[in-house]
């Protein structure tokens, strides 16, 4: 197992309760751009958030990823394989899949030995899509402690690949044909706590404490708290969606 993939696992449970959901528009416009709907492939799939919806328009849904326990903990569609597998490394056979996502992940592996691992199952025509966000829109005073969290307190403790998120991907060129997507956004309603647990499955928020033997969130947690207000009462959260996509030829 990766060190990435380790940390992840150490969290599977907080993983899956809180990380967003995607919008259903985007899984439409997905589905809209496939000629065949026999079988997707879910890579570094986590927790399953786009494996479930997957599953509603697809035959089959392949749902890989490095950690165990992610698999274990997460929630997948009935008809969903799970498989422990090296997204540059896949068990499958040539030009098997009509579909290939990649959800808030493809910074920890975008080299030429795993787009070839995409060009090798794609299907001709098949689809690749990867997105990523960064950091969720709430208000003024709570964005500006996550961004203190995420660019000061934590920022020595992000591996390398986090800063292709920062970037929006915009530092990933995928040696497909690409295919422009529509806008996309992430709205959720989450109370303090949610937007807490969320936090602590940060790979640096996990690093920073395993390293230093502190939560760094516990700094912070007070100046939330009084910028939340009643931390009960829910508040809007968006956050934006970086998608890139091509087809292979």
Wanted: proline share 7%; with cysteine.
């Amino acid at each position: 197992m990766t060190e990435v993939a380790s940390l992840f696992g150490e969290r599977a449970g907080a993983y899956a309760e809180f990380r967003p959901d995607y919008p259903t528009e985007l899984f439409d416009w997905l589905t809209a751009n496939c000629a065949e709907h026999q079988r997707a492939l879910d890579i570094a799939c986590g927790s399953g958030q786009a494996s479930v919806p997957l599953g509603a328009r697809f035959a089959e849904v392949l749902s890989c990823d490095t950690s165990l326990p992610l698999l274990s903990a997460g929630h997948f569609p009935p008809r969903a394989q799970r498989i422990v597998c090296d997204a540059r490394q896949l068990p499958l056979t040539d030009d098997c899949l009509d579909l290939i996502v990649v959800a808030q992940a493809l910074h920890w592996f975008a080299g030429s030995d795993f787009f070839s691992e995409v060009s090798r199952t794609l299907r001709p025509g098949g689809l690749f899509c990867a997105w990523c966000y960064g950091l969720a829109q709430i208000s003024p005073r709570i964005d500006e402690l996550t961004t203190y969290l995420h660019s000061s307190l934590v920022a020595a403790y992000w591996p390398s690949g986090r800063a292709s998120v920062d970037l929006g991907y915009s530092d990933i060129v995928l040696p497909l044909p690409p295919l422009p997507a529509p806008p996309q956004q992430i709205r959720l309603s989450w109370s303090l706590s949610q937007l807490l647990g969320y936090l602590g499955t940060w790979s640096a928020v996990r690093t920073c404490e395993k390293l230093t033997g502190c939560n760094p969130l516990e700094s912070l947690r007070a100046e939330l708290t009084s910028a939340w207000g009643d931390a009960e009462q829910p508040r809007d959260i968006c956050w934006k969606l970086h998608v890139i996509a091509g087809r292979n030829q």
